[in-house]
């Protein structure tokens, strides 16, 4: 199936991650109805520039993606179409875009073989990316899959033909496969092939260049929050995207300096005709490496061998990094160290990312810095740092930058415009609860929701105005997506489709 229209298949703007889009003709309000009593779905009829509404998890962290005539997001398995699944597992679902019909789903059984690894009720967090009808995800197990992007309504293709028996528990009885199963066409366990073991989610949404896919494993503590399980597992990994095989994988020598988890994503820009992909890391520090080289890719399938990714640059995001050469690591809930959980952001030869304490465990401190993404080297002290932005608390957020301003949110639940030349702040707006998403520029507006239910519409300047506030039946604990005129609002237990009618 083409595409009739500007589609989102992947998360912000295509390899920068800038939260941005260039959709228009896009709703200012809208009025997210009430719930028939009698059927416990929302009545269409109470609703205002409402497409459609479908029902997802009563947890949803997940950002949807549009593509070829489909919407897929992640979120726990509350509402699997299968009764005898539903529960603490995974899944992803993928709707008709015009009308919200379910299509098919991915479940994916709760990973208990690592405490807490796969945290209560979380379900698939990662956002998927979609690439000619595929898409590709890392699941609540920490799999890498390629899917179908039409499911088993085209009959399995394979080469993976087990689907059956992976939605289930190990040991369990396999299901019986229909035409609104998930088609896994090839899956790399990392836990398994790489010893990677994550803590409380993965949340990674994978970068595609060309036939490779750049990828976080998530390798972080244990249950008890003092040590890294594994500390020769890698953070970042390339794997072959037509075959899932491993490839290359980081140098950045982490070892067992990480504080809690790593949730950042890759992005990729292009420095002085250089590539380099970027990844923030749960030691606090953002790193800068070369892109696997087309030779070296084809070498590492050809031979077997894991190749190294070269580090160009490295950051240290700790305040004191700034003053002094040693900053001794934290663990334990109460850590006051520093991590990346939003994605850089690459624009202009410059990376937007916010360097936070642990928003997870309530500690209160983080900062907006914009770094000089064209340095070698450790550039903590050495002209790596344009400028800081302090206004900010503990932050899971990827900032937008759009015409000259940044926008960022916070967990104590603010909306800060900042410039993008110096970083002083142009307006700072409360809204009423933690954010634990990112805010969307597009349309001349700003769209961000809150974990208390409230979706926000702000007018895109350097100056405050408030366009409308939307109740709606479930908190935003994820992103906005703009596509083909239309709005997609996940929240949990619901996935919004929101147009200007």
């Given at each position: 199936m083409m595409t009739w229209g500007a589609d989102q298949p992947q998360w912000g703007e295509r390899f920068t991650r800038n939260m941005v889009s260039a959709e228009t003709n896009l709703p200012d309000q809208w009025n997210a109805g009430r719930l028939d009593s009698r059927t416990g779905r929302i009545d269409l009829a109470t609703t205002q520039n409402v497409r459609w509404v479908a029902p997802l998890g009563e947890a949803v962290h997940g950002t949807p993606v549009v593509a070829e005539g489909r919407v897929l997001v992640g979120s726990n398995g509350s509402q699997s179409m299968r009764p005898q699944l539903r529960g603490d597992i995974g899944v992803l679902t993928c709707l008709d875009e015009k009308t919200g019909e379910l299509l098919w789903e991915l479940a994916v059984p709760k990973l208990i073989e690592i405490r807490y690894a796969d945290w209560h009720g979380v379900g698939i967090s990662s956002i998927p990316v979609v690439s000619e009808s595929k898409?590709?995800?890392?699941?609540?197990?920490?799999?890498?899959?390629?899917?179908?992007?039409?499911?088993?309504?085209?009959?399995?293709q394979g080469p993976y033909m087990d689907e059956a028996r992976h939605a289930v528990e190990p040991g369990s009885e396999p299901i019986e496969l229909n035409d609104k199963d998930a088609d896994i066409l090839w899956l790399t366990d990392l836990v398994e092939e790489l010893g990677v073991q994550f803590h409380n989610a993965v949340?990674?949404?994978?970068?595609?260049?060309?036939?490779?896919?750049?990828?976080?494993?998530?390798?972080?503590?244990?249950?008890?929050?003092r040590r890294v399980?594994?500390?020769?597992?890698?953070?970042?990994?390339?794997?072959?995207?037509?075959?899932?095989?491993?490839?290359?994988?980081?140098?950045?020598?982490?070892?067992?300096?990480?504080?809690h988890g790593q949730w950042s994503s890759p992005t990729l820009g292009v420095v002085n005709g250089?590539?380099?992909?970027?990844?923030?890391?749960?030691?606090g520090y953002m790193f800068a490496v070369d892109a696997l080289s087309e030779e070296a890719a084809e070498k590492a399938r050809t031979t077997g061998e894991i190749t190294k990714l070269n580090t160009v640059w490295k950051f240290n995001g700790h305040p004191l990094a700034q003053k002094q050469e040693v900053v001794p690591l934290e663990f334990f809930h109460d850590t006051r160290s520093y991590e990346v959980i939003g994605n850089p952001v690459?624009?202009?030869?410059?990376?937007?990312?916010?360097?936070?304490?642990?928003?997870?465990?309530?500690?209160?401190?983080?900062?907006?810095?914009?770094?000089?993404?064209?340095?070698?080297g450790d550039t903590t002290r050495s002209g790596g740092l344009i400028w800081a932005y302090e206004g900010i608390s503990s932050s899971s957020s990827t900032v937008a930058v759009a015409d000259g301003l940044v926008y960022i949110a916070d967990g104590s639940?603010?909306?800060?415009?900042?410039?993008?030349?110096?970083g002083k702040p142009y307006w700072v707006q409360p809204l009423g609860s933690a954010v634990w998403g990112s805010p969307l520029v597009a349309d001349g507006k700003v769209y961000i929701g809150t974990t208390r239910r409230t979706f926000?519409?702000?007018?895109?300047?350097?100056?405050?105005?408030?366009?409308?506030?939307?109740?709606?039946?479930?908190?935003?604990?994820?992103?906005?997506?703009?596509?083909?005129?239309?709005?997609?609002?996940p929240m949990f237990g619901a996935i919004y489709a929101v147009e200007k009618k």
């Open positions: 898409v590709y995800l890392m699941t609540n197990r920490g799999e890498v899959v390629c899917l179908d992007l039409f499911g088993l309504k085209n009959g399995n949340n990674c949404s994978l970068l595609i260049d060309g036939d490779l896919i750049y990828a976080c494993t998530g390798n972080g503590t244990d249950w008890t929050h399980m594994n500390p020769a597992a890698p953070t970042l990994v390339v794997l072959d995207k037509n075959s899932g095989k491993v490839l290359a994988q980081d140098d950045f020598r982490l070892g067992p300096n990480v504080v250089r590539k380099l992909i970027f990844q923030g890391t749960g030691n690459f624009q202009d030869g410059r990376i937007y990312v916010v360097f936070t304490q642990e928003m997870f465990h309530n500690i209160p401190n983080g900062w907006l810095l914009c770094l000089d993404a064209t340095k070698t639940g603010r909306l800060h415009c900042v410039d993008q030349e110096t926000f519409v702000f007018r895109h300047g350097k100056e405050m105005e408030l366009i409308s506030r939307t109740a709606v039946p479930g908190g935003i604990h994820s992103s906005i997506t703009a596509a083909n005129e239309t709005l997609f609002v």
